[in-house]
RNA sequence: GGCCCGUUGGUCAAGUGGUUAAGACACCGCCCUUUCACGGCGGUAUCAGGGGUUCGAAUCCCCUACGGGUCACCA
């Protein structure tokens, strides 16, 4: 009877947004740890940008991340329809109701006089509010307007000089003052009800016990908690969570870099690295560890712990913490993942044959500890692609210059030419044979060797890289390089 | 501008009147490794400012500053 009820209720108005995920999540934890239901709603009122791609695009991403719904769209439950839209006929019944109840009325004013009259309010310095026009019309002049093809909307009545008070689960006691909120509107000329109205209609109908949502709903929660008392309707509890800043301190947006989640997907992360990042920021759990799986978040999670101030998107953060899980995935995951961006680079042709996933899976497991998304492997791996070896500073190619450096070339090139196949070990023979019988040290042979097969001082292990390019492009790739010299 | 929320190192943060103010990311150093990285060890660095209350304030109150949100026939 009183099972915990939440909701995430987006709006299909574009990418689903890393914000939104971490809603998401935050209800999802809360339900699962309560055994309590999630509930997905689809927001749709906004005709103009809302589009079934993006409904699509959201839930796809909510199965990504591992957050599934127990009612909503798609799956149903008990309180359906569950996309607004669909739920119009039912919003007209309530609308009837305040109306009757004097909660609301029809305001005839059109979008211009509106515009003036807060133009008015601003220059004037004062807050712009609706000025209350229409509050007290009678049939007569309702009739009136109409017959000037005016198309009302309905406003609700604000009561005047009332304290409203709620206590946040996030945040604790707020309160707002009621004559700072100003009729407004709830259904549009259109029919349609806005936000504010339907969110209320849909999370009282719908039994929700919790609404957690981002903090730009918190000045809003004045205006819902009088149409909840107007209608008589049980208040839930309300808990506003911080919203996600970007590195400026801004609310994240796009040139924050990536925002949807769907990007992230893309470059390469994974959804258990997301969602432990999301849980991380603005939750903070007990003890000192930072990596948790799914379950250990649902068994720890817990709204008191959750944080009032806004928290910085911190990609590092997420860099490391997704290595963590790519690292633990393994080779075969990373290069899945890595596979078209592998592709766009021109370094495979897709689909990969068994031969050359195996070979591609064994360089993915050579870099692998430097990839932070699998995004990165492209640039990891270019060296195992690139033949034409180019020099990345003039320092790489002096060091091919020294004295001592043709010895140890020729020496490389006919001892590894002898070996009948490459393996670890063999290769790994030929190198310290070479120091040993030229009596050098190992940096006037692994460096070299190094710099005139990939161009560059630093990368994959050198034994493995040898070992992986095969002995005809490790020679072609000699024979150019000591030419170019 | 009004209203609302917030402010502990560069970032995420623990902390709820008495602590040497945890931990993590990033950064720096050392070790491991004939490269780089991973890993291990160590280090730099924080209570926005000012007033109170108190024997004692990061913790409680007030003011200021700064940041954010919201004031739509968007959600």
């Given at each position: 009877m009183n099972e915990l009820?939440?909701?995430?209720?987006?709006?299909?108005?574009?990418?689903?947004?890393?914000?939104?995920?971490?809603?998401?999540?935050?209800?999802?934890?809360?339900?699962?740890?309560?055994?309590?239901?999630?509930?997905?709603?689809?927001?749709?009122?906004?005709?103009?940008?809302?589009?079934?791609?993006?409904?699509?695009n959201i839930k796809e991403a909510l199965r990504w991340l591992g957050i599934d719904w127990d009612e909503g769209v798609d799956v149903g439950g008990p309180y359906g329809p569950y996309r607004q839209t669909e739920r119009l006929g039912l919003y007209r019944e309530y609308t009837a109701k305040l109306l009757a109840a004097g909660h609301a009325y029809h305001c005839y004013c059109s979008e211009d006089e509106l515009e003036a009259e807060r133009q008015a309010?601003?220059?004037?310095?004062?807050?712009?509010r609706y000025g209350g026009r229409c509050r007290c019309l009678g049939d007569e002049d309702r009739r009136r307007l109409a017959a000037e093809g005016r198309k009302p909307t309905?406003?609700?009545?604000?009561?005047?000089?009332?304290?409203?008070?709620?206590?946040?689960?996030?945040?604790?006691?707020?309160?707002?003052?009621?004559?700072?909120?100003?009729?407004?509107?709830i259904v549009k000329s259109d029919g349609i009800p806005?936000?504010?109205?339907?969110?209320?209609?849909?999370?009282?109908?719908?039994?929700?016990?919790?609404?957690?949502?981002?903090?730009?709903?918190?000045?809003?929660?004045?205006?819902q908690i009088v149409i909840y008392e107007a209608l008589g309707f049980p208040l839930p509890a309300f808990g506003h969570i911080s919203l996600i800043l970007g590195k400026d301190r801004t609310k994240m947006s796009k040139r924050h870099g990536a925002t949807s989640v769907e990007q992230y997907k893309c470059l390469g992360y994974l959804p258990a690295a997301i969602v432990n990042f999301?849980?991380?920021?603005?939750?903070?759990?007990?003890g000192e560890e930072e990596i948790f799986s799914r379950e250990e978040l649902i068994s720890r999670f817990s709204l008191d712990r959750v944080a009032k101030n806004p928290a910085v998107f911190d990609v590092d953060k997420l860099n490391w913490l997704n290595a963590h899980y790519l690292r633990a995935a393994g080779p075969a995951v990373i290069t899945e993942?890595?596979?078209?961006?592998?592709?766009?680079?021109?370094?495979?042709?897709?689909?990969?044959?068994?031969?050359?996933?195996?070979?591609?899976?064994?360089?993915?497991?050579?870099?692998?500890?430097h990839i932070s998304y699998a995004a990165q492997a492209a640039e990891h791996l270019a060296v195992f692609f690139k033949d034409d070896v180019a020099f990345e500073s003039d320092e790489a190619a002096a060091i091919l210059r020294d004295a001592d450096i043709p010895p140890v070339m020729a020496a490389f090139?006919?001892?590894?030419?002898?070996?009948?196949?490459?393996?670890?070990?063999?290769?790994?023979?030929?190198?310290?044979?070479?120091?040993?019988?030229?009596?050098?040290?190992?940096?006037?042979?692994?460096?070299?060797?190094?710099?005139?097969?990939?161009?560059?001082?630093?990368?994959?292990?050198?034994?493995?890289?040898?070992?992986?390019?095969?002995?005809?492009?490790?020679?072609?790739?000699?024979?150019?390089?000591?030419?170019?010299?």
């Open positions: 009820r939440v909701r995430f209720a987006p709006s299909p108005t574009g990418p689903f947004h890393i914000g939104g995920a971490r809603s998401a999540l935050f209800n999802w934890l809360l339900a699962r740890r309560e055994g309590g239901k999630f509930i997905l709603r689809i927001e749709d009122t906004d005709l103009e940008r809302s589009s079934r791609e993006s409904e699509e309010q601003l220059a004037k310095g004062e807050t712009p309905v406003r609700f009545r604000v009561p005047e000089g009332k304290a409203i008070i709620f206590n946040d689960l996030v945040r604790g006691t707020v309160s707002f003052e009621s004559s700072g909120v100003g009729d407004f509107v806005v936000y504010n109205y339907a969110v209320v209609l849909d999370d009282a109908l719908m039994r929700v016990t919790h609404v957690i949502r981002a903090e730009e709903h918190l000045s809003n929660t004045p205006r999301l849980a991380l920021l603005g939750w903070a759990p007990e993942l890595a596979l078209p961006h592998l592709a766009a680079a021109g370094y495979v042709t897709l689909p990969l044959s068994g031969n050359e996933r195996a070979w591609l899976e064994q360089a993915v497991a050579v870099v692998q500890e090139r006919e001892r590894l030419a002898a070996l009948p196949a490459l393996d670890d070990a063999a290769v790994k023979g030929v190198l310290k044979g070479i120091v040993k019988d030229l009596k050098l040290g190992g940096n006037k042979v692994y460096m070299p060797v190094r710099i005139a097969l990939t161009g560059q001082a630093h990368g994959p292990d050198l034994i493995r890289l040898i070992v992986l390019l095969g002995k005809d492009r490790v020679l072609a790739r000699l024979e150019k390089t000591l030419k170019a010299i």
